[in-house]
C-alpha cells in the first residue's frame, strides 16, 4: 500500500512563500514519476508541476512558471514544491501525486490527502 502525505500548507500573504512536502511510503520512491495537483474551491482540480523519477527533468503548468519549483529527494522518499511571489489566486487545496509510469498523467496511481495553501491580499 503506497501512502502520500503532504505537509506545509498554511496561511500567507501575498508576495510570500511557502514549501509544500510529499512523503511517500509504501513502495520504492524512486519507482514514480512524481508531481503536484491544486483545487480551488468551485474549480475543477488542475496541474501544477511534475518531475521525472531521477529529478533531472521538471515540466510546469504557465500559471506557476518561474515562481514554483518542483523538486525530489529520493533518499528521503520526498518530494518538495517550493512555492514563491504567491498571489491570491493560488489559493487551493494541493494534492501530491505519484504515477508508475515515465511521465506524471492526469490519472496518476495515487494521491495525497492534501493539503490546504490560502494567499491573503
Known amino acids: 500500500q503506497v501512502q502520500l502525505v503532504e505537509s506545509g500548507g498554511g496561511l500567507v500573504q501575498a508576495g510570500g512563500s511557502l514549501r509544500l512536502s510529499c512523503a511517500v511510503s509504501g513502495r520504492t520512491f524512486s519507482d514514480y514519476s512524481m508531481g503536484w495537483f491544486r483545487q480551488a474551491p468551485g474549480k475543477e482540480r488542475e496541474f501544477v508541476a511534475r518531475i521525472r523519477r531521477s529529478g533531472r527533468i521538471t515540466y510546469y503548468s504557465d500559471s506557476v512558471k518561474g515562481r514554483f519549483t518542483i523538486s525530489r529527494d529520493n533518499a528521503k522518499s520526498t518530494v518538495y514544491l517550493q512555492m514563491s511571489s504567491l498571489k491570491p489566486e493560488d489559493t487551493a487545496v494541493y494534492y501530491c501525486?505519484?504515477?508508475?509510469?515515465?511521465?506524471?498523467?492526469?490519472?496518476?496511481?495515487?494521491w495525497g490527502q492534501g493539503t490546504q495553501v490560502t494567499v491573503s491580499s
Open positions: 501525486a505519484a504515477d508508475t509510469r515515465e511521465i506524471l498523467t492526469s490519472t496518476p496511481d495515487y
